[in-house]
């Protein structure tokens, strides 16, 4: 029997929703001895349940290696802050509504850096191993976008997690299509160069997938 070809499943921003991602994986008719998952970033923050989210994507990197997970702005301005301690950037945490996130590891005190020493060990881990991008054949995956004018190896951590107007407006052909979340849209955004599916799940909207090659789009 010819063994089936490999399809991957690209899942836009959480943001600590975990009833849509648990809903939305179950939709999805994945296989995981053969297909790929990959998670666009943004997985805290805003939502209910920052917490149940991480804990499932954990499981799920350490149930199978072909789970690609890549970091969005709202783990990249964390991590910054956990590096660094830099007091400069705790007003942008808190308009991510890092306090949400707190509050899912029953956390209600203010946030601050000695706060992120409840997070368990395999959370931090995982988001330190965060991809800034990930590519096949065929795609490029990112969470927000790259700059139009360089080249893959000259992008940075900002472009990957913080493109947006530029990116999305450019018509440049990268050699593949880049599939990205980051920027909200009602319906996914399809073009010829480009995928987008943050849809909007922490805003009342549903949680997006798409499965590649053919373009099929899940929701929850």
């Given at each position: 029997m010819?063994p089936?070809?490999?399809?991957?499943?690209a899942?836009g921003?959480i943001?600590?929703c975990?009833?849509?991602?648990?809903?939305?994986?179950?939709r999805?008719?994945?296989?995981?001895?053969?297909?790929r998952?990959?998670?666009?970033g943004d997985?805290?923050n805003?939502?209910?349940d920052?917490?149940?989210?991480?804990?499932?994507?954990?499981e799920l990197?350490?149930?199978n290696?072909?789970?690609?997970a890549?970091?969005?702005n709202?783990?990249?301005?964390l991590?910054?802050?956990?590096r660094?301690?830099?007091?400069a950037?705790?007003?942008?945490?808190?308009?991510?509504?890092?306090?949400?996130?707190l509050?899912s590891?029953?956390?209600h005190?203010?946030?601050?850096l000695?706060?992120l020493?409840f997070?368990?060990e395999?959370h931090l881990?995982?988001?330190?191993?965060?991809?800034?991008y990930w590519?096949?054949d065929?795609?490029?995956?990112?969470?927000?976008?790259?700059?139009?004018?360089?080249p893959l190896?000259?992008q940075?951590?900002?472009s990957f997690c913080?493109?947006?107007?530029?990116?999305?407006s450019?018509?440049?052909?990268?050699?593949?299509k880049?599939?990205?979340?980051h920027?909200?849209f009602?319906?996914?955004?399809?073009?010829?160069?480009k995928i987008?599916?943050?849809?909007?799940?922490?805003?009342?909207?549903?949680?997006?997938?798409?499965?590649?090659?053919g373009?099929?789009?899940y929701h929850a």
């Amino acid at each position: 029997m010819k063994p089936r070809t490999e399809k991957i499943f690209a899942i836009g921003d959480i943001h600590g929703c975990l009833d849509k991602l648990q809903n939305l994986l179950a939709r999805l008719p994945y296989d995981s001895t053969c297909d790929r998952l990959v998670f666009l970033g943004d997985y805290i923050n805003r939502g209910p349940d920052t917490a149940g989210v991480l804990d499932r994507l954990v499981e799920l990197k350490n149930q199978n290696p072909r789970v690609v997970a890549l970091m969005g702005n709202h783990e990249y301005l964390l991590l910054e802050y956990h590096r660094t301690g830099d007091p400069a950037l705790l007003p942008y945490l808190r308009k991510m509504s890092i306090d949400a996130t707190l509050k899912s590891y029953g956390i209600h005190t203010a946030f601050s850096l000695q706060s992120l020493n409840f997070l368990p060990e395999s959370h931090l881990a995982f988001l330190y191993n965060l991809r800034l991008y990930w590519e096949t054949d065929e795609y490029i995956f990112v969470h927000a976008g790259m700059e139009a004018d360089l080249p893959l190896p000259e992008q940075d951590a900002t472009s990957f997690c913080e493109a947006r107007d530029s990116f999305i407006s450019s018509d440049r052909d990268f050699g593949k299509k880049v599939i990205f979340g980051h920027t909200e849209f009602e319906m996914p955004l399809v073009t010829a160069t480009k995928i987008g599916i943050d849809t909007g799940a922490i805003h009342g909207n549903f949680l997006t997938a798409v499965e590649l090659p053919g373009n099929t789009f899940y929701h929850a």
